[in-house]
């Protein structure tokens, strides 16, 4: 697919950081390249976007965001193929749960010309941003928040729709041991949990800290009415093997539809692995742990793609994962990333050409 390209104002760096940046040793969203897009909404509407150097922004002390946390993001990326051609991966899913987030938050829904059109003219100005070292792409940012003014705690009159782009190394996970969570909840029945607002990361921080401590990376989250389900890894879904079949949660207020989750999905039927979307409690995932059924369990999500999870603990026991020669992981990432980089045939028409 290839979008028509409108006449987005653009003000072109003077300068480049990009001899700056060391693309063999990138680490993941901590350097950002030359320009950005910004797209205001006033008066109640969004207003032509534009794209300028990478900067500061400027907002009023009495900026809704600061005060009640009115924000919402989405995180996507960009790959490069072998000719040096750029690619998104399902572009237009981004968009749409972008504008569920920004319903749920009151925030004023993105035309999808805006989104992309943005998106596209802002990557074809940071082409040579995108890494080509294995593993490597350019994580982009995309995100809206409340600019407006006033203590009154109301949705704002004013919003700020920012496209910024990382250019990022392969995200090595490494053994991640997870934490189930029996206390704290991430989300809950009838708030945010679907939606990719700014403070439900906020919310996630602390009770992760107290895992770190406890000398786990991660927390395994929990339903908050009984944590006897089990519903995400950290900010990416989960993914359970028992036997040779491979389960994952019905996504919900509570559970985040994820990309990567449902492309997993797909791409597991297509290589014949059973599937199963149902709840899956905590007593079935240590029972199977106890009794070798239980294969993989890994995180899914656009930064990692793929995290595998080698040790979980849950009331003071710690169960470990068997190592497998033939994992669902290593099979679903490959399938998966082949297509990002455009390294095979997209029978599921999933990548979009910049
Ligand atoms: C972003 C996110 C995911 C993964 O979504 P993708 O579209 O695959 O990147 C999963 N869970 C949470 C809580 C998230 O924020």
Request: charged share 25%; aromatic share 12%; with cysteine.
């Given at each position: 697919?290839?979008?028509?390209?409108?006449?987005?104002?653009?003000?072109?760096?003077?300068?480049?950081?990009?001899?700056?940046v060391?693309?063999?040793?990138?680490?993941?969203?901590?350097?950002?390249?030359?320009?950005?897009?910004?797209?205001?909404?006033?008066?109640g509407?969004?207003?032509?976007?534009?794209?300028?150097?990478?900067?500061?922004?400027?907002l009023d002390?009495?900026?809704?965001?600061?005060?009640?946390?009115?924000?919402?993001?989405?995180?996507?990326?960009?790959?490069k193929?072998?000719?040096?051609?750029?690619?998104?991966?399902?572009?237009?899913?981004?968009?749409?749960?972008?504008?569920?987030?920004?319903?749920?938050?009151?925030?004023?829904?993105?035309?999808?010309?805006?989104?992309?059109?943005?998106?596209?003219?802002?990557?074809?100005?940071?082409?040579?941003?995108?890494?080509?070292?294995?593993?490597?792409?350019?994580y982009?940012?995309?995100?809206?928040?409340?600019?407006?003014?006033?203590?009154?705690?109301?949705?704002?009159?004013?919003?700020?729709?920012?496209?910024?782009?990382?250019?990022?190394?392969?995200?090595?996970?490494?053994?991640?041991?997870?934490?189930?969570?029996?206390?704290?909840?991430r989300?809950?029945?009838?708030?945010?949990?679907?939606?990719?607002?700014?403070?439900?990361?906020a919310?996630?921080?602390?009770?992760?800290?107290?895992?770190?401590?406890?000398?786990?990376?991660?927390?395994?989250?929990t339903?908050?009415?009984?944590?006897e389900?089990?519903?995400?890894?950290?900010?990416?879904?989960?993914?359970?093997?028992?036997?040779?079949?491979l389960i994952?949660?019905p996504?919900?207020?509570?559970?985040l539809?994820?990309?990567?989750?449902?492309?997993?999905?797909?791409?597991?039927?297509?290589?014949?692995?059973?599937?199963?979307?149902?709840?899956?409690?905590?007593?079935?995932?240590?029972?199977?742990?106890?009794?070798?059924?239980?294969?993989?369990?890994?995180?899914?999500?656009?930064?990692?793609?793929?995290?595998?999870?080698?040790?979980?603990?849950?009331?003071?026991v710690?169960?470990?994962?068997?190592?497998?020669?033939?994992?669902y992981?290593?099979?679903?990432?490959?399938?998966?990333?082949?297509?990002?980089y455009?390294?095979?045939?997209?029978?599921?028409?999933?990548?979009?050409?910049?």
């Amino acid at each position: 697919m290839q979008v028509q390209l409108k006449n987005i104002e653009v003000e072109k760096s003077k300068t480049t950081k990009i001899n700056e940046v060391d693309f063999d040793n990138l680490a993941f969203g901590s350097v950002y390249s030359d320009h950005m897009l910004v797209c205001d909404y006033k008066n109640g509407a969004w207003e032509t976007p534009k794209i300028m150097p990478y900067q500061p922004i400027i907002l009023d002390p009495a900026a809704k965001i600061f005060h009640y946390g009115q924000s919402i993001f989405e995180g996507m990326k960009a790959y490069k193929d072998t000719d040096g051609k750029p690619w998104l991966f399902r572009p237009l899913d981004n968009h749409k749960r972008l504008n569920i987030s920004a319903k749920r938050m009151a925030i004023p829904e993105i035309p999808e010309e805006t989104f992309i059109e943005g998106l596209t003219t802002l990557l074809h100005l940071e082409k040579d941003w995108i890494p080509t070292t294995p593993g490597s792409s350019l994580y982009i940012r995309p995100f809206v928040m409340a600019s407006g003014i006033g203590f009154h705690a109301s949705p704002a009159d004013e919003y700020k729709f920012i496209i910024c782009c990382a250019p990022s190394g392969a995200y090595f996970s490494g053994k991640v041991s997870v934490l189930i969570e029996e206390q704290y909840s991430r989300s809950a029945n009838g708030g945010v949990g679907y939606a990719k607002a700014g403070g439900n990361y906020a919310g996630q921080f602390y009770p992760t800290q107290l895992a770190i401590k406890k000398g786990y990376n991660q927390v395994i989250w929990t339903d908050d009415n009984t944590h006897e389900y089990i519903e995400e890894a950290g900010a990416m879904n989960i993914f359970i093997r028992i036997n040779d079949t491979l389960i994952t949660g019905p996504t919900s207020d509570r559970i985040l539809d994820g990309i990567t989750r449902k492309s997993i999905l797909e791409i597991a039927e297509d290589e014949g692995i059973k599937t199963e979307v149902r709840k899956i409690s905590v007593t079935e995932v240590v029972t199977a742990a106890k009794s070798g059924k239980l294969k993989e369990m890994f995180g899914a999500g656009t930064a990692a793609v793929v995290s595998p999870i080698a040790a979980f603990g849950y009331k003071g026991v710690d169960y470990d994962l068997p190592e497998l020669n033939d994992d669902y992981a290593s099979l679903l990432k490959k399938r998966i990333t082949d297509i990002q980089y455009n390294r095979t045939e997209d029978k599921f028409g999933w990548r979009f050409k910049v």
